[in-house]
């Protein structure tokens, strides 16, 4: 059973407040801090991971041996699993194929799968000897047909037979550079990132070198279904982004689960970033009869989630009100209190985790913006990384707004290459290296 945690910077405001908006009953805005942590594997029913392992075989693989490491990584991946039943391997250059896929893809498959779309689409394999034997035999030659893959990889995750709730939905992609065939454009991955999202499957993302589009595996991974995006500094990377998913999909304890927000009428939700271990703007919020749905990561025993959010609050009188409740999937909830006063020795920031938290998220995802040239928004960053790093008491937090100060800081000073780029970025999108997995 996972547990959820709220704080606010505040719980005692002025009784009575002048409104200060003039679209909304507005007084101010709080920031809420939400932290879910994980059950224990041991208390859940087993989960079937329904996983596609989407590899780039091009041309450029061939370099530094990358597609072996590439191969190598698979074979491992395919060894952690327990079950494979559902799990396919496809390789895309200028064509894709339909390297291996397990047993458990239903018979009618073809009707929505790749049985009629790819090479070899009529091999099922099944057992894992069989599967690292057909992993073995991949080649590289050829363009980068990425969106092309992405379409046969959403098909062939839809082709099982499994309830969507007895299932983890994730697309690994692997590549090392860009779309050279097919759609190119960020706009178009992020478009169909969306219609993942829809059918709650995740995407995790490892570019590897100099040569790869980021923003397009950054767009893929973030409005997926709350996928990842790693950089991979060189082709030994590649194993340690494999054994983290393996870590990731056995360590599974919720799949697809949701954070509800109930506010109280007055109430109102503002910006809201996932800030551990992910950092992300969460765009992809639901509202149903005024309660805030808000789609998160798969649980990972051991992994905590964290979520920052601006919440808007009107004008009340003296006294306590319950300004929103919140749970997890409607299986664990915590009542947020909120206490209106006319005492001034209660007006203080009780703690100020929650807002520093959330500058910190949103700096680093405008430090990303300053990496790629866009020096507009280098002052804010600095601005919001300096009042947590002065006047933050979490170490972890503090040290957080310390690298992203340095890293944007650095980019007026060196001049970076595509891959020192790269990686600048990738440390400003996660809280968790791959070592740490």
């Not at 500094?233 to 990731?248: G, N, Q, Y």
Request: proline share 3%; hydrophobic share 35%.
């Amino acid at each position: 059973m996972p547990s959820i945690n709220c704080t606010l910077n505040r719980t005692f405001l002025k009784a009575d407040a002048e409104i200060l908006y003039a679209d909304a009953e507005r007084v101010g805005a709080l920031f809420l801090n939400i932290d879910v942590e994980p059950g224990t594997i041991e208390s859940v029913e087993k989960i079937i991971p329904n996983v596609v392992l989407l590899i780039d075989s091009s041309g450029s693989m061939m370099s530094e041996r990358k597609l072996e490491m590439a191969k190598e990584a698979a074979k491992q991946f395919i060894n952690g699993l327990d079950d494979v039943s559902n799990v396919s391997v496809i390789t895309f250059s200028e064509v894709c194929k339909l390297v291996c896929r397990g047993k458990g893809k239903k018979e009618g498959a073809k009707e929505k799968g790749l049985l009629d779309k790819l090479l070899d689409g009529k091999m099922v394999t099944p057992d894992k000897s069989e599967m690292l034997e057909c992993i073995d035999r991949i080649e590289a030659k050829g363009g980068t047909a990425l969106f092309t893959a992405l379409e046969n990889a959403k098909d062939e995750i839809l082709s099982t037979n499994v309830e969507s709730e007895k299932r983890i939905d994730r697309v690994i992609v692997l590549s090392d550079g860009q779309p050279t065939v097919g759609q190119s454009l960020v706009e178009d991955f992020r478009d169909f990132a969306e219609l993942f999202a829809t059918e709650n499957i995740s995407i995790t993302c490892g570019g590897i070198g100099g040569d790869y589009n980021e923003d397009i595996l950054i767009a893929l991974a973030e409005y997926s279904r709350k996928g990842k995006w790693r950089h991979l500094k060189d082709a030994s990377d590649i194993t340690e982004l494999f054994r983290s998913e393996v870590k990731s999909i056995r360590g599974t304890t919720m799949i697809k689960p949701d954070i509800i927000i109930n506010p109280v009428k007055g109430f109102e939700l503002g910006d809201i970033y996932q800030a551990e271990p992910e950092v992300s703007h969460v765009e992809d919020i639901r509202v149903v009869n005024g309660s805030y749905i808000i789609p998160i990561g798969d649980l990972v025993e051991g992994e905590k989630q964290t979520y920052v959010a601006q919440v808007f609050y009107p004008s009340r009188p003296e006294g306590s009100f319950r300004m929103a409740q919140i749970s997890v999937s409607d299986k664990q909830t915590q009542d947020i209190i909120i206490n209106y006063t006319t005492d001034r020795d209660q007006f203080i920031y009780e703690d100020n985790r929650p807002r520093h938290r959330f500058l910190t998220a949103r700096a680093s995802l405008m430090g990303r913006d300053v990496i790629d040239g866009d020096s507009s928004k280098m002052d804010t960053v600095i601005k919001m990384t300096t009042e947590v790093i002065s006047e933050s008491i979490d170490e972890d937090l503090v040290n957080r707004a310390t690298r992203i100060k340095e890293t944007i800081m650095e980019k007026d000073t060196v001049i970076l290459t595509d891959e020192e780029k790269k990686a600048k970025k990738g440390t400003l999108s996660t809280t968790v290296i791959l070592e740490d997995r």
